[in-house]
């Protein structure tokens, strides 16, 4: 600081200085100007006696104030005066004299009025420091509290022109941009930051600042880095000094975690809306407050008003208190309750099988807000049940009817055979053929046999079939109830084939004909089985048992004709019967 | 128009559809000396119950068909001829006690003809 500004500094810090009071300021004004009196008379006599004053009168007024300023004025005039006067004059003073007192006084208090008004700027100038230097102080907390807010906020808060290009963002919105370096985005038009249906929300915002709106819409952004985010935004104009938008304001809010959280909570409403189950919910007063569309649909609710509806509703009347008493606390109690219960439908009033499944809902203190339940539709359930139930009563039915015809071959092959070992060969080989007819027929669950397969199994234990026997004729079904006694007739012929016929030499053959003339159920079934190659033929002395079954079994079962023809090249066994008798037409 | 007296003639009707049981029981019974009649159905059995009123057991298997099947077919029996032992069989579900007619034994199948052949034996006849 050079000495000069040093010194106007000093001048002005005493200007400055406290007002001292009053009888203070007049005293020393009073005592300052005596002894300036007193200096003028001693140096200078007489000449001019005024001048010296002056400088006292600036530098009083100016440390002093207006008041001791003016009276400093009138007593260095009167000083002055004083020794200039001569008690010869008449007014003391000659007019030169009178003149000059006069001047200086007026001069000295224009002086006066100058430096006062110096003192006041001076002092005015001082007060507007402090003021300001306290402003400042002010100014500097606002900014730091404001940037604190803004750097703080993790809303990305921008500042955009008119045009939509970026002037500024704030920290934190840089941070959730991933933004390092702002300048690398000033300047650009905020728009491009969005795709799709964000950028022309985003342009549309920005026009409507413009008008004066305030505009809000949600959109997908990626961040500076690149990562995608969903945001909402919020778009508002600045009012510049003349009241017309100058700037825009956006702030924009990251949502994608909430997004989230809200698809994935969609997704569970979803899952409910799409699943095939029944699935509801209810109040613990009973009173429903949710369906999902499969629920209308198994209960015929598709267009009702579903809160009007209480749990009782769905049940048949018998059900209702076994549901309130039982069904609904056990559930509370225990967590869970499932059993098969009846729905009612409400147009048809049918009932409807259903697996209820109910469980209590809490809320996340563990207090209970009402049930819910996922029931499954069981009436596909209950028919596969039945109808189950009802082919084990067939299959028992049939098992017992198997073990009759097994208790009558067996008593009749005991009560014809010679001795107990034929008697153990011939059973055993009996049951074989009745086990193959079985077969077969299980395969089909009991309800038909094709010919030729019953005629392959039954026949096979006794030559290779294609070779030795051959089979030949068009598909026919047998009902279940020949099948048995077939077999068994096609067992014994080739059994006594193999003893006497043409399966007893290694030449002959055997040829299982079959052929069906005419249409429908009353068409006939003509069955041969030609032996030729064999042994020459003769007529048995003795009917065993299995040529009487061949004959009376099948003439029975057929309900047709029957009947075996002892011919020299080999035996001939012949069956004709009504079709509609013996097998199942096919349409 | 029924008869009073128990029969004393040997004397059966067998009434069943299955033929491979039906020839067992036959012969059965004819091994004893017994006079066999055997119907598929239950129109066959009234055919030969038209001709004869001599006959002293009936054997009746419950799943016969015809006019009747075989459970009407043995209260008809029981009706017509008071005096006749009743045998029902069946395959399937066992009858109930209060469907059977009166003095009718329900035998399931498979059974045992010895056990009838006792039955029958230890029921009274009066020459």
Redesign the interface.
């Known amino acids: 600081m050079s000495i000069s500004t040093a010194l106007l500094n000093r001048l002005r810090d005493l200007t400055v200085a406290r007002p001292r009071p009053k009888p203070l300021r007049y005293g020393l004004t009073v005592v300052v100007i005596a002894m300036v009196a007193i200096v003028q008379v001693v140096l200078f006599g007489s000449s001019a006696p005024w001048f010296l004053y002056t400088p006292a009168v600036v530098l009083l007024t100016l440390f002093l104030g207006r008041g001791p300023g003016v009276l400093a004025t009138i007593i260095s005039s009167l000083g002055a005066g004083l020794v200039v006067a001569r008690s010869d004059l008449p007014l003391l003073l000659t007019p030169v004299h009178w003149s000059a007192s006069v001047i200086f006084l007026l001069t000295t208090l224009g002086l006066v009025v100058l430096v006062e008004a110096l003192r006041t700027a001076l002092l005015d100038a001082d007060r507007l420091r402090e003021e300001r230097e306290k402003a400042l102080v002010v100014t500097a907390e606002r900014e730091a509290f404001l940037s604190g807010v803004l750097g703080s906020s993790t809303d990305c808060i921008k500042v955009l022109d008119l045009d939509g290009k970026l002037t500024f963002m704030s920290e934190g919105g840089q941070r959730v941009m991933e933004i390092s370096d702002f300048n690398d985005v000033a300047g650009c038009p905020w728009p491009d930051f969005w795709q799709n249906a964000g950028n022309a929300e985003a342009k549309a915002a920005v026009e409507a600042a413009g008008r004066g709106e305030a505009h809000s819409f949600i959109g997908k952004a990626d961040t500076y880095q690149g990562t995608p985010k969903w945001w909402h935004v919020a778009v508002s104009p600045i009012a510049g000094p003349e009241g017309h938008p100058d700037r825009i304001l956006s702030v924009s809010r990251d949502i994608t975690e909430l997004r989230a959280s809200e698809e994935e909570r969609e997704r569970f409403v979803r899952l409910a809306e799409n699943s095939a189950d029944f699935v509801g919910m209810a109040r613990t007063d009973g009173s429903l407050f949710y369906m999902n569309d499969a629920a209308k649909r198994l209960v015929g609710l598709e267009d009702a008003d579903i809160t009007r509806l209480m749990i009782a509703d769905f049940f048949p009347p018998e059900q209702v208190e076994t549901v309130a008493r039982e069904v609904l606390p056990a559930a509370e109690r225990d967590g869970h309750w499932a059993g098969e219960l009846d729905f009612r439908h409400f147009r048809t009033g049918e009932l409807i099988p259903v697996l209820y499944s109910v469980f209590p809902i809490t809320d996340a203190s563990g207090a209970l807000i009402g049930y819910g339940t996922v029931t499954r539709d069981f009436r596909e359930r209950r028919r596969a049940e039945d109808g189950m139930r009802l082919m084990n009563?067939e299959l028992a039915?049939r098992l017992?009817?198997v073990?009759?015809?097994?208790?009558?071959?067996v008593?009749?092959t005991l009560?014809t055979a010679p001795d107990a070992e034929t008697a153990s060969e011939n059973l055993g080989a009996r049951l074989v053929a009745l086990g193959a007819a079985t077969d077969v027929l299980t395969g089909s669950s009991w309800r038909s046999a094709d010919l030729h397969e019953v005629a392959t199994r039954a026949l096979a234990p006794h030559g290779s079939i294609g070779e030795r026997i051959l089979l030949d004729g068009p598909a026919v079904t047998l009902k279940p109830?020949v099948t048995?006694?077939f077999a068994?007739a096609l067992h014994e012929l080739a059994t006594n084939a193999a003893k006497y016929g043409a399966l007893a030499n290694g030449a002959g053959t055997v040829v299982l004909e079959w052929s069906v003339t005419g249409e429908g159920n009353d068409a006939i079934l003509s069955i041969a089985w030609c032996e030729q190659g064999g042994p020459p033929v003769s007529p048995p002395t003795r009917k065993g048992f299995g040529s009487?079954?061949i004959e009376?079994?099948l003439r029975?079962?057929f309900r047709g004709k029957a009947a075996t023809d002892y011919r020299p090249e080999g035996l001939v066994f012949e069956l004709e019967a009504r079709l509609g008798d013996a097998a199942t037409v096919n349409e | 128009m029924g008869q009073s007296k128990p029969i004393g003639s040997n004397t059966i009707l067998i009434v069943e559809g299955e033929a491979l049981v039906r020839f067992d029981m036959t012969a059965f019974f004819e091994e004893r000396d017994w006079r066999v009649f055997e119907a598929e159905d239950a129109d066959q059995a009234i055919e030969v119950l038209d001709q004869r009123t001599d006959i002293r057991v009936v054997l009746i298997d419950a799943t016969v068909s015809g006019r009747m099947d075989g459970l009407k077919l043995a209260h008809y029996v029981r009706e017509r001829f008071p005096p006749t032992l009743l045998f029902i069989v069946s395959g399937q579900a066992p009858v109930p006690q209060e469907a059977l007619p009166q003095r009718a034994t329900f035998l399931p199948k498979p059974f045992d003809l010895h056990r009838v052949m006792r039955q029958i034996e230890q029921s009274p006849v009066t020459p």
Do not use: D, M
Request: overall charge positive; aromatic content about 4%.
């Open positions: 009563g039915h017992k009817n073990l009759a015809v097994v208790q009558s071959v008593s009749q009560r109830e048995v006694a068994l009487t079954l009376r079994s029975s079962y």
